[in-house]
């Protein structure tokens, strides 16, 4: 009797966590666009990237922006709790915290990584 309640338990809490999981990559996916078009928008108004770019041929840096963007948007709410991205499902103030926030701190390492 007690294997079998173990048994039922470990099958409970495993699709407890595979409901997360997948909850928090239906999230993720909802954000992806939502965060790429907010990186696009501080990169254009940060002088940091006017500086750097200047040089670039207007074609050479629509398509790095476009990388750059990309990369955060496929990075920036991995490290990203599964609470905090439920939150921001259902609040857009929290939404707009969470993307900021994951666009700021992902911005630098896609950026480094693409120019290696």
């Known amino acids: 009797m ?3 309640l173990k048994t039922a338990v470990m099958a409970s809490a495993v699709s407890c966590f595979a409901q997360v999981q997948a909850g928090q990559s239906a999230v993720q996916k909802m954000l992806k666009p939502v965060i790429e078009h907010q990186c696009s928008m501080e990169l254009k108004d940060s002088n940091l990237w006017k500086a750097s770019t200047f040089l670039m ?8 922006q476009q990388e750059v963007c990309s990369c955060v948007g496929e990075n920036a709410l991995n490290e990203v709790p599964a ?19 994951a666009v700021l701190n992902t911005v630098k390492g896609c950026v480094i990584q693409l120019k290696r």
């Open 83 to 101: 609470a905090e991205l439920a939150h921001a499902a259902v609040s857009t103030e929290a939404k707009n915290q969470l993307i900021h926030k």
């Open 2 to 4: 007690k294997t079998i």
């Open 57 to 64: 041929t207007e074609r050479n840096k629509q398509q790095f």
